[in-house]
Structures are given as structure tokens and as C-alpha cells.
């Protein structure tokens, strides 16, 4: 989702491969509306999430991104998308310690994993800052 954002803003818009890209973006975008948990963040298996409880920051913040990004450049209409990107934004602000670390991040590897409060990976909190510069523009717009 980060990714589709990233390379769309790097494309002539009428062009044929932003076409392209938007409509994966919309078609990824819808989906992840249904498949946001009731807390507000994403399952580490977004298919199978009751086999993965436990809470997941980095696709959130991935996805939290990819979504404020697609509302602020009036691609995601703001009335259906926003109040996911809310509900995103308020979980992974529960997720952050009181020392200022993001938590349950899901370990790097092929499939998904553990994920528990005290454990990061240094990438997320790019992914993060990520979320949190487009939020700040949703909202202070």
C-alpha cells in the first residue's frame, strides 16, 4: 500500500501505468476496510486473522500511510476512508511504550510470527513516521 502511494506520486497522472497502479491501490484500498480488526489494527495474516490475535504495527503503519496518503491527495473519498484511517491511527498510538518504542511488530521473515508488546524492528518506525506526517496533513487541513 505504502509502496503503491510512493510510486503514483512519481507518475503523470492520465498516463497508462498510473492508471494502472490507482487501480490496484483501489481495489487494495477497499479491501482493507473489510479487513481492519474491531482494536483498529490490521491481522499479521490479513485472510486469517483469528489465527493471529495478537496486534500488528507494521502493515498498520504501512497501511495507515497508504490510505491518509490516497485521502489527501483526493484519490479515497475522505467520508468512507477516513474514520478507518482514525481508527488506525488511535490503535498504533496504544501500541507506542511509555519509552517511546512501537510494539508488536510482527518478526521479519516469510510468514507472520509473534508479535508482543516490548518487540520492534527498527524499520517500523519509519513506517510510523510515515503514517503519522499524512495524518497530521488529513487533519490539519
Not at 74 to 81: A, E, T
Request: proline residues 4%.
Amino acid at each position: 500500500m505504502a509502496g503503491l502511494v510512493n510510486i503514483m506520486t512519481e507518475l503523470e497522472r492520465n498516463s497508462k501505468e498510473y492508471k494502472y497502479f490507482l487501480s490496484i491501490y483501489k481495489k487494495m484500498a477497499k479491501r482493507l476496510l473489510e479487513l481492519q480488526t474491531e482494536q483498529g489494527h490490521w491481522a499479521m495474516s490479513l485472510l486469517a486473522a483469528e489465527y493471529y490475535p495478537t496486534p500488528e504495527t507494521s502493515g498498520t503503519a504501512f497501511f495507515t500511510y497508504g490510505l491518509a496518503s490516497g485521502i489527501n491527495q483526493g484519490i479515497l473519498d475522505h467520508k468512507n476512508y477516513e474514520p478507518t484511517v482514525r481508527k488506525a491511527w488511535n490503535a498504533l498510538c496504544r501500541y507506542v511504550t511509555h519509552e517511546g518504542m512501537l510494539g508488536y511488530v510482527q518478526p521479519i521473515g516469510a510468514e507472520p510470527g509473534d508479535a508482543c508488546p516490548d518487540k520492534t524492528e527498527v524499520y517500523v518506525t519509519g513506517a510510523f513516521l510515515y503514517a503519522g506526517d499524512e495524518v497530521f496533513k488529513l487533519y490539519s487541513k
